[in-house]
Structure formats: structure tokens, C-alpha cells
């Protein structure tokens, strides 16, 4: 029978095709009485040292590939392993006569429910990872469960998708993301909105009862699940989904031609990207540059500000990725919404309007010239622009260019190292320079407006 | 032996980075060293185990019991108050 539910709406696409459960399922630990205790603490140790390196690594792949904030979370599950209460826990279960798998699992299970049953939903939301760091050591220990065979494309179904159960799937064979629990900026939105797969995430529990092998048809776009869709059903998807195609085909087919309005004139099309695998979308999109380089990526989610070379690699991926196209970088823009644990912000009324931006930066002008050199480095042999957020008056105009200036005499004139030759501009957010905006055109080689879509 | 009891004003409570650092913060001492929620009243948990640290569900305006003993217990729970009243050196 023809059944619809409605989710969150979390990574736009269409898709077709049968259901795969890719639960866990109920959780087999293996349960035996060990021949000798000492050993099986000894077990348990040396399966918490590779999980624990496993998420190091994955730490360093996820901050190369998708996002800081999948980076944090796995730096915080490598806390949960060496937790020393967790450990004497387990290691208690196992004096009293208990495997490691099944010890470990109960001292993770004690931690987790009691987490899940606590007014605030931060909080609860960490039994998930209590859990998902029980189960890496659980498969350490015995050898990793069977995950479901993916030989051809299916529909993926789970309760909610843990970054260690994502990292194992054959990308290539998922048609789309159906999740019971989870919301808007869970890992499986994060990460199917990266790799272009429609998802639909917070279905409730009904999604569970799918059978392996029901058709469904999945719209990532309005958060619609259908269950065993009827032949009228099939057809209008089919239809849409086509149409869908072409037009994704027509769009592509002409990403890269020039943008000429119908009466001839040219139109500079750029992007606006976060982060490098924006940077790469772009260009696969038609970009002619970036018009905004939001450089806060590297600076969230974590406890001390980037270093030159951290901010020097990930800016001259993007230069590379652009060739000559021009880049404008917008210098960091913290503080209002965007927080970062090392600078204290004090607390305001209304952040947005208050200390953040280009305020910042002044006030920390070796951080600020930092970025600076890096940029300057990276734009070697490219169209690279500065621009710098929030400006409000000349004053803070002509200091953010003179400290420009400083970070780049700091580096010595050399074409194939250095980009030396960098417009500076100023993005025009704030009434008083729309205002003033003669006075300021005299002081900065170009602006940005900001406009919110 | 030394007990305090403070007052949680850091906006998110005791979650996440909060924890993490008051958890390391702790665990720079020798002391022995409890903590409980008083507003939701729990048994007294190592200060030093960031998960016992979670499941106090410590929010904002609850407050907590530090205790403390050993060699250092004196600077222990100095530390640990400064961190605490100072909002967490208003990093969060």
C-alpha cells in the first residue's frame, strides 16, 4: 500500500529506487566468561589506543575534506575514550568475571542513557556518541560486523548515520538518505549535501518499518518520502525526475558558456564559497571568480587561531583551483553569531552591530597581518583581493590598509613567492559608507555591496 | 578537605567546551576532586571525567558542590572557582 512521510527536507534531489536498512540493528556484543582477567583489560586498552587513532585520523580527513565542525566531534569521541571513569567502569565489569566487548558496551550503555534522559538536547544528543564510540571499539574487538553489501544503488535507511558508519559506504551506490532521527545540521545532512545526494532526515520511527527492497521515492526538496509508490505515482515522479535531469543537464551543459543578457550585454558571473570543496562546485559550475571568499572556516571549531601555513595551504588550493580567475578574500569576519573560544568578545546586547569584524582584526593586528601574509603568499601568480568586513569609518579604512601594508613589506618583493600587487576594498554593509561612499572610494580600490539573496 | 559551592553563569552551562576545559582544569591537580548539582541533586562524580562532568546536566544558574582533597586541594579548588566565576575566562 502507497504510503507518504514527511521529514526534514536536508539535501534537495529526487531519487528512485529500493530500500537498504543500514542500522546496526540491534547491537550483538559478544558475551563469554574470559579465561584470565588481566588479559582482557589488556585487550580493552589496546582496542581504545586504535580507536582512539583511527579518530585522529579521521579528524585530519574530515578538516581536509568536509567541515571543522564533523572535526570536533570526533576530536570529542577521542575524549570519550580516555575518560577515566568510563575506563574503571569497564575495567570493574571485567573484574567481575566480564569479556571486554560486553564490559566495555555496559559502561558506554550507562553513560549513554543516562545522557538521553536529561532535559537539555545538547547534551542528550551526546549518548549518540557515547555510543558510536562504543560500537568502534566493540568492532576493534571483534573484527567489523558485516556492514550490508552495496553491489547495486540502493536507498539508505538507518536511524540516524554515524561518521563511522558513512566513512565505510560505497558513495557511488547511494541513491539517497532516508533517516529516522536527526535534523537540518546532523552528519548525514552535512555530509549528503557534500556529496550531492538527496536526504531527508527526522522521518520518525515509521521510516524504520521499510523492508529491504521496498520502492520508495525520495524528494530531498520538499522532505516527501513515499512508500511503495502506485503506477500513477511512479509515473508523475518519473516525470519529474526527467524533467529534473534535463534541466541539470541543460544547466550544466551551459555552466560554462559567458552570461549574455537576450540584449547582448555581458554579465560577470562569480561565486560566493566557504571553504574548498565550494571552490571546486564553483568551478565544475561556470564560475568566472570568487566574489567572496568567506575565510571563517578556518577559524571555527577549534581552540587557537590557524597559523600562517595552516591558512597559507587552504587559500592556495583555492588560488590554484581558480587559476586566473579573480579571488576576492574577505578577511576574517568573527563575532556577531560566529564565535571563537580564543577571543573573548564579551558579551553585548546586540553582537551584530557590536565588536566583531574588521574591530577585531585592529585590535589584534599580528592575527590579522597573519592572514595577511598567508593570503599574499598564496596569491602568488594569481588575481588575488583583499577585502575587509564591516568597515564603518575612513579611519578603520586606511588602518586595516596600513597594517595590509605591513604584513606585505614584511615579505620581501618576489613575483613567483609573493603577490605584492593586491587591490584592497572594502565590502559596504554599513549605512554611514553608502553615505560617505566618495570619501571612501578615494581610500580603497574597490567595493563589495552586501546583500542578503 | 575543601568544599565550595558555586553558581553556573556561563550561558550553555556545563556542555560540550565548557566541560572539556573545566574537566582539564581539574585534572592539573593531584587532589581528589567531586562535583555535584545541587539544583538537580546527583551523587558527587569525578571532576576529572568529562562524561560523569555530561550527565550532571549542569545549565545555566544551576549550582554545583566542589570538593577536594590531597596534597593541592587548597589550590585545586582556588582554580577551579576562578575558571568558574570568571565565566569561563569568557571564552564560551
Redesign the interface.
Known amino acids: 500500500m502507497t504510503d507518504e512521510l514527511k521529514g526534514i527536507a536536508a539535501a534537495p534531489g529526487l531519487a528512485k529506487g529500493p530500500a537498504l536498512r543500514w542500522d546496526r540493528g540491534p547491537q550483538e556484543v559478544p558475551k563469554f566468561v574470559p579465561a584470565n582477567i588481566p588479559a582482557e583489560k589488556g585487550r580493552l586498552l589496546a582496542a581504545r589506543r586504535i580507536a582512539i587513532e583511527q579518530l585522529h585520523e579521521l579528524t585530519d580527513q574530515v578538516v581536509e575534506q568536509t567541515s571543522a565542525a564533523e572535526a570536533a566531534l570526533f576530536e ?1 569521541q577521542a ?2 575514550l580516555e ?4 575506563v574503571s567502569k569497564a575495567e570493574a565489569v571485567i573484574d567481575s568475571g566480564v569479556n571486554a566487548e560486553e564490559a566495555w558496551h555496559q559502561a558506554c550503555e550507562f ?1 549513554a542513557v ?2 538521553e534522559s ?3 538536547e ?2 542528550r544528543a ?1 549518548s549518540a556518541d ?1 555510543r558510536d564510540v562504543g560500537q568502534r571499539v566493540i568492532e576493534i574487538l571483534t573484527g567489523p560486523k558485516a556492514t550490508p553489501a552495496l553491489t547495486t544503488q540502493k536507498i539508505i535507511i538507518a536511524r540516524d548515520l554515524a561518521p563511522s558508519q558513512t566513512a565505510a559506504l560505497d558513495r557511488s551506490k547511494v541513491l539517497a538518505f532516508c533517516t529516522a532521527e536527526g535534523g537540518p545540521t546532523s552528519h548525514t545532512a552535512i555530509l549528503a549535501k557534500a556529496l550531492g545526494i538527496p536526504a531527508v532526515v527526522g522521518l520518525g520511527e515509521s521510516i524504520l518499518d521499510v523492508q529491504n527492497e521496498m520502492m520508495l521515492l525520495v524528494n530531498g526538496t520538499t522532505g516527501m518520502v513515499t512508500l511503495n509508490p502506485s503506477s500513477d505515482l511512479l509515473a508523475d515522479f518519473d516525470r519529474m525526475f526527467q524533467a529534473d535531469n534535463e534541466q541539470r543537464d541543460h544547466d550544466a551543459k551551459f555552466a560554462l558558456e559567458p552570461a549574455i543578457t537576450t540584449d547582448g550585454h555581458r554579465v560577470e558571473i562569480a561565486a560566493n564559497v566557504g571553504n574548498i570543496e565550494d571552490t571546486r562546485l564553483a568551478i565544475e559550475h561556470g564560475a568566472e571568480g570568487v566574489g567572496l571568499l568567506r575565510t571563517e572556516f578556518l577559524f571555527l571549531d577549534r581552540n587557537q587561531p590557524p597559523d600562517e601555513q595552516t591558512q597559507y595551504s587552504a587559500y592556495r588550493t583555492i588560488m590554484e583551483l581558480m587559476g586566473d580567475r579573480p579571488v576576492v578574500v574577505r578577511t576574517l569576519d568573527i563575532g556577531g553569531d560566529k ?1 571563537v ?2 577571543i ?3 558579551s553585548e546586547a546586540n553582537p551584530f552591530l557590536g565588536y566583531r569584524a574588521i574591530r577585531i582584526s585592529l585590535d589584534h593586528p599580528e592575527e590579522f597581518k597573519t592572514q595577511v601574509r598567508a593570503l599574499i603568499r598564496a596569491g602568488a601568480g594569481h588575481d588575488l583581493r583583499i577585502m575587509f568586513p564591516m568597515i564603518a569609518t575612513l579611519g578603520e579604512a586606511k588602518h586595516a590598509r596600513e597594517l595590509t601594508q605591513e604584513a606585505m613589506a614584511e615579505l620581501p618583493f618576489n613575483a613567483a613567492l609573493h603577490n605584492h600587487d593586491v587591490q584592497m576594498g572594502i565590502m559596504v554593509e554599513i549605512p554611514s559608507v553608502v553615505s560617505m561612499a566618495d570619501q571612501f572610494a578615494k581610500q580603497v580600490d574597490f567595493f563589495s555591496i552586501f546583500t542578503r539573496f | 578537605m575543601q568544599t565550595i559551592t558555586l553558581k553556573i553563569i556561563n550561558e550553555v552551562g556545563l556542555h560540550a567546551r565548557p566541560a572539556a576545559e573545566f574537566v582539564k582544569a581539574a585534572a592539573q591537580f593531584k587532589s581528589q576532586i567531586l562535583v555535584r548539582n545541587l539544583t538537580r541533586p546527583s551523587a558527587a562524580v569525578d571532576a576529572k571525567s568529562i562524561l560523569s562532568v555530561l550527565v550532571l546536566g549542569v545549565e545555566k544558574g544551576h549550582e554545583i558542590e566542589l570538593t577536594s582533597e590531597g596534597e593541592d586541594e587548597v589550590q585545586a579548588i582556588q582554580s577551579l572557582r576562578a575558571l568558574v566565576e570568571s565565566d569561563f575566562a569568557g571564552k564560551f
Open positions: 570529542a575524549m570519550f575518560d577515566a571513569a568510563l553513560y543516562q545522557l536529561l532535559p537539555d545538547t547534551l551526546r557515547v564565535d573560544p580564543y573573548n568578545f564579551g
